[in-house]
């Protein structure tokens, strides 16, 4: 059989708490619609901050999907729920987008409209830093409620924890191998995308030149060459079962496995030798060299 439910005129608007009114919703000015479950989707709320009006030929189709035979003479008014969101609600969903806990931060202001229910996000993309050396960024966000519909938030924000990176004392050439007074070292913020500086400058060679004042990063380092043109280095001779053990000056550099030009001090004779190690090169022998 289906209920009669006679609704008096409402004063009252009924409030939506997500993207849909419910009927446990409609039930706070009309108790009538108790009746139903209280999960029961009606129909989607309005915008936030906007009150709509439901005709009350649209309430009596409603009713009857429902079982419902609705009399009324006026419109049902329904709102939607907001709220303004704390700083704390920003600071833990900014915590979650981050990639992890190492980038400590606080919240220097955000966005204060009221807003639908629902969860704030943030992600990568939006972040976008303003000041490097301070810390302070801006990030765009959303909040998305439970109809899978998204409203604009931000939030500016400043990273805490500090690094220190070296930069250049004076301009270095490809190849040059790095020594302490070579690099001063700097500090800025530790933020979120940046590869932390890592160590063990020293006794590196440069991939590439770095002008005076600019950031040594990791990636233009490479290890030094195993043999540098210029120095010395012990020379292993192997003929078969024979070996001999020389000193030498190295006319070219390189690395382990690579072949080199190097020159004997006494007789001023230059031969071929490969690097086996740190200004150690070897010459192996065949039958029939000399």
Request: charged share 25%; with cysteine.
């Amino acid at each position: 059989m289906i209920a009669l439910i006679v609704l008096l005129s409402l004063n009252e608007c009924a409030t939506a708490r997500g993207a849909w009114l419910r009927a446990g919703e409609v039930s706070a000015v009309a108790p009538e619609f108790g009746a139903l479950p209280r999960d029961t989707k009606l129909f989607r709320a309005p915008d936030p901050g906007v009150d709509r009006r439901i005709p009350v030929a649209e309430l009596q189709a409603i009713g009857r999907r429902h079982g419902i035979a609705v009399v009324r003479d006026g419109d049902l008014c329904v709102t939607r729920a907001t709220r303004i969101f704390s700083g704390s609600d920003f600071n833990d969903a900014l915590d979650q987008a981050l990639p992890q806990d190492s980038f400590p931060f606080r919240v220097l202001e955000h966005s204060r409209g009221p807003l639908p229910e629902g969860n704030l996000l943030f992600r990568a993309p939006q972040l976008r830093v303003l000041d490097a050396t301070e810390g302070k960024a801006h990030w765009r966000g959303a909040l998305v409620d439970d109809g899978g519909r998204s409203f604009p938030v931000w939030a500016a924000l400043q990273f805490t924890a500090r690094e220190e990176y070296p930069i250049a004392r004076r301009d270095l050439r490809h190849g040059h191998v790095l020594r302490g007074d070579d690099i001063e070292w700097k500090s800025r913020a530790l933020l979120p995308g940046r590869s932390a500086p890592g160590g063990g400058w020293e006794g590196k060679a440069l991939r590439r030149g770095i002008r005076a004042g600019d950031e040594i990063p990791h990636a233009a380092l490479r290890p030094p060459p195993a043999v540098s043109a210029g120095e010395p280095v012990s020379v292993e001779v192997a003929h078969g079962a024979a070996r001999l053990v020389l000193e030498a000056s190295a006319e070219t550099g390189g690395r382990p496995g690579d072949a080199v030009i190097v020159r004997n001090p006494s007789s001023g004779k230059k031969f071929r030798a490969n690097i086996v190690g740190r200004s150690r090169v070897e010459v192996r022998l065949t039958a029939g060299q000399p």
